[in-house]
């Protein structure tokens, strides 16, 4: 089973950035496209990033392509989110997410989630 662990949320400064890291246990991280998705309040859970499991290949939401940075680290079994030039729409919970499929785009390709993480960007 694998097991997901986000962290690095907060308050922030429209305009500010942070980073968002998120530890993978249970299974061989190398073989896993790795991906984040956002939820706010009302709204849909919606995508935002993945990057497969060479580390090659990323794709970004529009609304944050330009951004946004997804890396990870197969050695360290992590993947991180690097979020530059915040927006108040930014604010949501933020997930990291694991899928054996590339890329994990949509609810459907995610196997696991992580709990979860709070960022709120306020204007």
């Known amino acids: 089973q694998v097991q997901l662990g986000e962290s690095g949320g907060g308050l922030v400064q429209a305009g500010g950035s942070l980073r968002l890291s998120c530890g993978f246990s249970?299974?061989?991280?190398?073989?896993?496209?790795m991906g984040w998705f956002r939820q706010a309040p009302g709204k849909v859970r919606e995508f935002v990033a993945t990057?497969?499991?060479?580390?090659?290949?990323?794709n970004y939401a529009d609304s944050v392509q330009g951004r946004f940075t997804i890396s990870r680290d197969n050695a360290k079994n992590t993947v991180t989110l690097q979020m530059n030039s915040l927006k108040p729409e930014d604010t949501a919970v933020y997930y990291c997410t694991a899928g054996r499929t590339f890329p994990v785009t949509t609810t459907p390709r995610v196997d696991y989630w992580g709990q979860g993480t709070q960022v709120t960007v306020s204007s």
């Open positions: 990057i497969s499991r060479s580390v090659k290949i990323t």
């Open positions: 249970g299974r061989t991280f190398s073989t896993y496209a």
